[in-house]
């Protein structure tokens, strides 16, 4: 929402496979976000961007992979090392220092 | 390293003005608490924000005591639209970047 686009909406995985999920914003945000999300619970930070060219890792890191060509993209790829990748991926963006991120609005990734 | 605890879950009527807290210890005096509101199966989407004070916008106050252990939510006169799930958010700023959310409050609203 707010500018910030993600796709799918669902996204079905089979065993060993990768999968590269999107996520695209038009908010002119220099850092962008993503979040894993299990039923129930919190989010956990998988990888942020700060700027172009640039990311770390969050708490999850391990079996994600991500890229930042781009101002407005940060795709994540979540690579078959991923060994239990069902869940729901949430995307945001910033301004520097991430106080206010702002939401997409969610990738349900599940395995077949 | 910083963590944030909130309560599992609330329950509230509607008209009533309800308070959800999050403890989160070993923060910095410019360190940021944003809270967020989420509805099932879609993103987060940001209710407020301070780290210090008091500070209030047309939907919501956040309250945040001197000694900044703890931050308070409060939605004044809820309806049955405010039923969700409250997320408090960490920032900290000293070194690297580090972002924390708490575990989440279920508010249910009843008639």
């Known amino acids: 929402d707010g500018g910030i686009t993600q796709s799918p909406k669902y996204l079905f995985r089979k065993e060993g496979q990768n999968v590269t999920l999107s996520c695209e914003q038009n908010l002119n945000h220099d850092a962008m976000y993503w979040y894993r999300q299990d039923p129930g619970q919190g989010l956990r930070l998988i990888y942020y961007?700060?700027?172009?060219?640039?990311?770390q890792k969050g708490d999850i890191a391990e079996g994600y992979s991500v890229s930042r060509e781009k101002k407005e993209s940060f795709p994540l790829t979540v690579t078959s090392a991923q060994k239990n990748p069902t869940a729901f991926y949430l995307c945001?963006?910033?301004?520097?220092?991430?106080?206010?991120?702002?939401f997409g609005p969610g990738t349900r990734l599940l395995v077949l | 390293l910083a963590k944030t605890t909130q309560p599992i879950s609330m329950d509230s009527y509607e008209g009533q003005e309800v308070n959800i807290t999050c403890s989160h210890n070993?923060?910095?005096?410019?360190?940021?608490i944003t809270w967020y509101q989420q509805f099932p199966s879609q993103g987060p989407r940001f209710i407020i924000q301070?780290?210090?004070t008091k500070v209030t916008n047309e939907v919501a106050s956040l309250f945040i005591p001197a000694d900044r252990k703890s931050s308070t939510l409060s939605l004044p006169r809820v309806s049955l639209s405010d039923t969700a799930v409250y997320y408090c958010?960490?920032?900290?700023?000293?070194?690297?970047?580090?972002?924390?959310f708490g575990t989440g409050t279920r508010l249910k609203v009843l008639a």
């Open positions: 301070g780290y210090k």
């Open positions: 961007s700060q700027i172009v060219n640039d990311f």
């Open positions: 070993n923060i910095a005096t410019n360190d940021y």
């Open positions: 958010l960490v920032v900290l700023t000293s070194g690297t970047y580090k972002y924390i």
């Open positions: 945001a963006s910033s301004r520097p220092g991430g106080e206010t991120q702002y």
